[in-house]
């Protein structure tokens, strides 16, 4: 079974002005998406996941980012459009799901009307069958009484509801991608996991692509196909989510394994990776990024200019200082997480 | 005697509403809970949001006033306390607080946040007050020379040791810790977690730590005490809680942690619809016709439920 790719990002770069001068946050991304597929992008805060997931939406300010490479939909560059193009798409073939479900709804219009506004854009359909679609939509993401929620504002729903709600308006035009930004961090764990079922299903009838960002592996691989690890801009591991847990290479990742406290084993420290992440002004441009973090690591096991290399199929790593990598001595044992 | 005994706790929040803003009924955030805490443990409060956890924690250090109901320090009855007594007891209970952005005040100088305290319950001199900061600032594992930088000169992981350099500054017995890591991303989140057990040998603490991540809590806590809508459903060790849930709530709860282990999504996934199907068909088992639950009731010597 050949999977048809719905996005191809290559050699992605996303770069900020701050006083006048240019820095990647995205340093040179490829990553496809194929339809019916949930990639997973994991990684440190500030690594650059919303900025990536930003500029398929093309939602970043002009006047301050700089976007290079290409970012094909279904084939078609998305970088050159113009906004009233990139309005066609949006919306309509991609839907977005934001981590904090009260600011991507308006709080002064009723929920109902704000998910047939979604639909105002991109069809042509009667107010009476908006409305009907919109109730239809409603049960879709599980609302147990559409009617009476058709006239309810934001903030009478409990944030699971309005996560719903935000979901029921990405899906309305029925999308062939979405973009979901931590669409549960905010939430509790019982709802978080109704949220990730309803996801799940919804991906699985429409065959949708997904890419799913968030910090919680646990969330990664319940969800995921795909995994992918950013480290400042960079990915530096690509895998299938099997793959990934019961096989991870990069110091990165397996240094991210170790660090959860999980409720399946307990153990009496936790991994803790050293150093801070640098800002985007101070971050290495050349060599390892990751190298500052794994000092004890000799500098003869990085690459000078490090690549991300297909090591088996299918699972990519960037640079060689996986090879020989160890953890210090005071930390726990390599040992794969979460496979008992 | 236990450390710290709370015991059957209220605290209601006024509804005003009307003409006369007057009160038209009450929030019931915290609905006759008892718990106790014995020296050097380190107990678990976890449910979800609005369940009143950070109400508990709160009312414990006397930023709000319980409604009804006992908490027991070391046997005296902090609820009945003066004003004038209870600071002589503000000092033995200490609090670590979600956001390590915003509990630190941006304009002054760490030297000035982690000496706050001490300058409101001792008369140190400025070098002395200088020597114990650092002190404590070398415990947290920053550098002496920390004490001169601002908050926004440090990373989160750090800022939220600064905040429990502040805590410590005043030899506490208790701290609570209310959400302490949410925060935080996970590499920072082991670092403070790690370091949380450190001191706590080290300084012989007790803690309250407050939490919805059961992962964090099954990594921190001795006792866990699960808590629904203002009360308790459930309540016993780690293990108890983790290995044999008794509660329906419970069981949800843990069901709904997501699996660490690709290869079990399958199975994962059947056994929340399982649980959400028990949870449905046996509902008036465990709550009664106003949807609230039933008082604890010890099935073992240390594990309790919220059954009829
Ligand atoms: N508009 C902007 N102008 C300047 N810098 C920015 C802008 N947006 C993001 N950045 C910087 O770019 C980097 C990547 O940010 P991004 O928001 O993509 O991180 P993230 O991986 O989504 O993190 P988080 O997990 O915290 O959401 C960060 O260093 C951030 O400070
Ligand atoms: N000052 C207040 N006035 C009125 N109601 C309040 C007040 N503070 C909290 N509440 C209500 O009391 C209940 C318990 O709140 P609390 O903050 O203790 O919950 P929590 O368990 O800490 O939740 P979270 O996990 O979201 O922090 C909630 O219903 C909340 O809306
Ligand atoms: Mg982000
Ligand atoms: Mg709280």
Not at chain 1, 97 to 120: C, H, K, W, Y
Not at chain 1, 145 to 159: A, F, I, V, W
Not at chain 1, 269 to 283: A, E, M, R, T, Y
Not at chain 2, 178 to 191: G, N, R, T, Y
Request: charged residues 25%; glycine residues 6%; proline residues 5%.
């Amino acid at each position: 079974m050949s999977k048809q790719p719905i996005l191809q990002i290559e050699n992605l770069r996303v770069s900020f002005r701050i006083h006048d001068e240019y820095y990647a946050a995205v340093d040179g991304v490829s990553l496809t998406v194929n339809e019916n597929e949930v990639v997973a992008i994991v990684g440190e805060s500030g690594c650059g996941k919303s900025a990536l997931a930003l500029s398929i939406m093309g939602l970043h300010p002009l006047e301050r980012t700089k976007l290079e490479g290409t970012i094909a939909f279904k084939g078609k560059n998305l970088l050159p459009l113009s906004v009233p193009q990139l309005n066609q798409i949006r919306g309509k073939d991609i839907g977005m799901i934001f981590q904090d479900p009260l600011t991507a709804l308006n709080p002064l219009m009723s929920v109902g009307r704000q998910i047939e506004e979604s639909m105002d854009y991109h069809t042509k359909l009667s107010s009476s069958a908006k409305r009907q679609r919109t109730l239809e939509l409603l049960k879709r993401v599980g609302i147990p009484n559409p009617e009476k929620t058709y006239d309810r504002y934001p903030h009478e729903l409990s944030g699971g509801m309005r996560q719903r709600i935000v979901i029921a308006i990405a899906i309305a035009c029925e999308p062939s991608l979405i973009i979901a930004d931590e669409p549960t961090t905010a939430l509790d764990v019982t709802i978080q996991a109704q949220i990730m079922g309803l996801l799940k299903e919804l991906q699985q009838q429409m065959k949708t692509g997904i890419i799913l960002i968030t910090h919680d592996l646990g969330v990664v691989a319940e969800m995921a196909d795909r995994v992918a690890v950013m480290y400042a801009g960079e990915i530096v591991e690509l895998a299938d989510v099997n793959t990934l847990f019961s096989r991870p290479l990069h110091p990165y990742t397996r240094s991210l394994l170790h660090s959860i406290p999980s409720v399946q084993t307990r153990k009496e420290k936790l991994h803790v990776i050293q150093g801070i992440v640098p800002s985007l002004q101070k971050l290495p441009r050349t060599g390892c990024r990751f190298k500052s973090r794994i000092s004890w690591i000799d500098e003869s096991e990085h690459e000078k200019n490090p690549i991300l290399r297909e090591v088996a199929p299918g699972h990519w790593v960037r640079c060689t200082c996986y090879k020989n990598f160890y953890f210090p001595q005071d930390n726990i044992g390599d040992m794969n997480y979460g496979i008992s | 005697m236990a450390f710290l005994k709370v015991n059957h706790l209220k605290v209601y929040y006024p509804v005003r509403g009307g003409f006369f803003r007057r009160v038209i009924d009450y929030v019931r955030a915290v609905d006759d809970v008892s718990f106790e805490l014995e020296q050097g443990e380190t107990y678990g409060l976890v449910g979800e949001s609005g369940c009143g956890k950070t109400t508990t924690g709160r009312t414990i250090i006397g930023l709000i006033k319980a409604t009804a109901g006992e908490i027991l320090l070391e046997g005296k009855d902090l609820t009945k306390l003066s004003r004038r007594e209870f600071y002589h007891y503000r000092k033995d209970i200490q609090m670590i607080f979600q956001d390590p952005y915003s509990s630190l005040n941006p304009r002054k100088r760490v030297l000035d946040i982690i000496a706050e305290p001490l300058r409101n319950f001792e008369k140190l001199s400025p070098q002395e007050e200088k020597r114990k900061v650092q002190y404590f600032v070398e415990k947290v594992g920053l550098h002496p020379e920390s004490i001169y930088k601002y908050p926004h000169e440090f990373s989160g992981g750090q800022r939220q040791r600064i905040g429990i350099a502040r805590a410590l500054t005043l030899n506490p017995k208790l701290i609570i810790a209310d959400e302490p890591v949410s925060a935080l991303d996970v590499s920072v989140q082991a670092q403070v977690l790690n370091f949380m057990k450190e001191i706590q040998k080290e300084f012989q603490l007790t803690y309250l730590f407050i939490s919805h991540d059961l992962g964090i809590i099954r990594h921190m806590c001795d006792r866990i005490g699960i808590m629904y809508r203002g009360q308790f459903v459930e309540e016993g060790t780690s293990e108890e809680i983790f290995h044999d849930p008794q509660h329906i709530y419970t069981k949800r709860l843990i069901s709904a942690i997501p699996n660490p282990n690709p290869q079990h999504r399958q199975e994962q996934v059947k056994l929340r619809q399982e649980i959400d199907k028990e949870y449905h068909n046996s509902y008036h088992q465990y709550f009664d016709a106003e949807g609230r639950v039933y008082p604890l009731k010890r099935i073992s010597e240390t594990h309790s439920v919220a059954i009829p």
